[in-house]
């Protein structure tokens, strides 16, 4: 099982609509967790980080966390074409005392339609 | 703030070259990685480095790949030979302290290398 498991996509919505992109973890104790925006030819920038159980809203953007089904997404509300970008989910997994690595998914690629 | 800088950007070599690239972190910044990543692939973490020592370099295939930071600050990532399978974005990103369980890190723009 991979550490971290996203669903390549592509993810289809129409403008205003609620996208919603999900992540899987396998390292039960992993604590943090983060979504980034990669646009294509970019570099990756973060939009969410989310450490405790529940929701965090930052503007149109939520990131849930459910740390007993080892599940995290992010919710985007009325989407817009600029949020056409690929979204990767990062999980904190820990190697050893207090040294944690940054494992990424592969991406989940989202357009959105004018 | 100045953001992390990479050079160059773009990069072509034929196969059995050598190549090098330069990631200068955001200042203050002790903790400095270096990632690949493969088109259609998340970034995989080739080598860690807290100040001027190496945290994780479980990753980097060490028969050909090679880093350096020196004085903690700027560093150097070189392949030797290349393979074709080298061709991908080499991303250098940097945090503020040792890579703890909140921190956030910040990606440099990235060095595309293609080996033909």
């Known amino acids: 099982q991979k550490e971290v498991e996203q669903n390549s996509g592509p993810l289809s919505v129409p403008e205003g609509a609620i996208a919603s992109l999900n992540c899987t973890y396998s390292d039960r104790v992993s604590q943090s967790f983060f979504w980034y925006r990669q646009y294509s030819g970019k570099s990756p920038e973060l939009i969410m980080s989310?450490?405790?159980?529940g929701d965090k809203e930052d503007g149109r953007f939520t990131a849930q966390l459910n740390k007993a089904s080892q599940y995290v997404s992010l919710l985007i509300r009325d989407s817009q074409p600029s949020d056409s970008a690929t979204y990767l989910c990062?999980?904190?997994?820990?190697?050893?005392?207090?040294?944690?690595?940054?494992?990424f998914g592969k991406g989940t690629l989202l357009t959105v339609n004018p | 703030e100045a953001g992390v800088a990479q050079s160059p950007r773009y990069k072509i070599i034929e196969k059995r070259q050598s190549v090098a690239f330069w990631c200068n972190p955001i200042s203050g910044h002790a903790t400095l990685y270096w990632y690949q990543q493969i088109l259609g692939q998340g970034p995989k973490l080739l080598i860690q480095f807290q100040n001027n020592g190496v945290v994780d370099d479980s990753q980097l295939p060490k028969d050909r790949f090679s880093a350096e930071r020196l004085k903690g600050v700027d560093s150097t990532l070189k392949i030797q030979p290349a393979k074709l399978e080298d061709s991908a974005v080499y991303l250098c990103a940097s945090s503020l302290n040792g890579g703890g369980i909140q921190e956030t890190q910040y990606f440099g723009p990235g060095t595309r290398l293609l080996v033909l």
């Open positions: 989310i450490y405790s159980n």
């Open positions: 990062a999980v904190n997994v820990i190697r050893g005392g207090s040294n944690y690595k940054l494992t």
